[in-house]
T-cell receptor
Framework: AQSVSQHNHHVILSEAASLELGCNYS??????LFWYVQYPGQHLQLLLK??????LVKGIKGFEAEFIKSKFSFNLRKPSVQWSDTAEYFC?????????????FGQGTILTVHP | GAGVSQSPSNKVTEKGKDVELRCDPI?????LYWYRQSLGQGLEFLIYFQGNSAPDKSGLPSDRFSAERTGGSVSTLTIQRTQQEDSAVYLCASSSQGSTEAFFGQGTRLTVV
């Protein structure tokens, strides 16, 4: 069975600091990888996704993530965070080769950005 | 509609009662998913619909949980004889044919007292 591990439960940063949130998955086959964000009081929104090709993917709001197959990792990065990035971030995996979007999620990382 | 709509947004029920949660997916989306978000368990997959069929219901935690989808659109998740451990946020998502990118609703927060 697939599993996803997010390294940090709660990250606290000041504005303009750099961000890296870790995500590792366990699944031996091809995977599709996602990062979702949930802002306070809002629904889950897709930040970025990786299916194939360039392992460095760029998403909305200046976020990017790098797929490192040998490390089974898909870490999320942002060079300079803003107060508005305060949210909970979820890494998710879908087994590649399936025709539907069943996702296995990590436990989530709460990001708090102080102005 | 423009997004996935779920109702009610909040539901408080007494232990032992049955509840129905509703999901209205994005128009034209053939795939529909239910997830549960609870403290300590994170986000868990419950069931997947393609049209009105449920080819994957592997995440339903017990036979008290059931779901149906009619007309390839609205879905209801029913929990019978609710227990306190059923308290969670129930999320619905939908995606278009053949896509693995899911769009989520706001969720229904269920509290069993």
């Amino acid at each position: 069975a697939q599993s996803v591990s997010q390294h940090n439960h709660h990250v606290i940063l000041s504005e303009a600091a750099s961000l890296e949130l870790g995500c590792n998955y366990s699944y031996g086959g091809t995977v599709n990888l996602f990062w979702y964000v949930q802002y306070p009081g809002q629904h889950l929104q897709l930040l970025l996704k990786y299916f194939s090709g360039d392992p460095l993917v760029k998403g909305i709001k200046g976020f990017e993530a790098e797929f490192i197959k040998s490390k089974f990792s898909f870490n999320l990065r942002k060079p300079s965070v803003q107060w508005s990035d305060t949210a909970e971030y979820f890494c998710a995996v879908n087994a590649g080769g399936t025709s539907y979007g069943k996702l296995t999620f990590g436990q989530g990382t709460i990001l708090t950005v102080h102005p | 509609g423009a997004g996935v709509s779920q109702s009610p947004s909040n539901k408080v029920t007494e232990k032992g009662k049955d509840v129905e949660l509703r999901c209205d997916p994005i128009s034209g989306h053939t795939a529909l998913y239910w997830y549960r978000q609870s403290l300590g368990q994170g986000l868990e997959f419950l069931i997947y619909f393609q049209g009105n069929s449920a080819p994957d219901k592997s995440g339903l935690p017990s036979d008290r949980f059931s779901a149906e989808r009619t007309g390839g659109s609205v879905s209801t998740l029913t929990i019978q004889r609710t227990q306190q451990e059923d308290s969670a946020v129930y999320l619905c998502a939908s995606s278009s044919q053949g896509s693995t990118e899911a769009f989520f609703g706001q969720g229904t927060r269920l509290t069993v007292v």
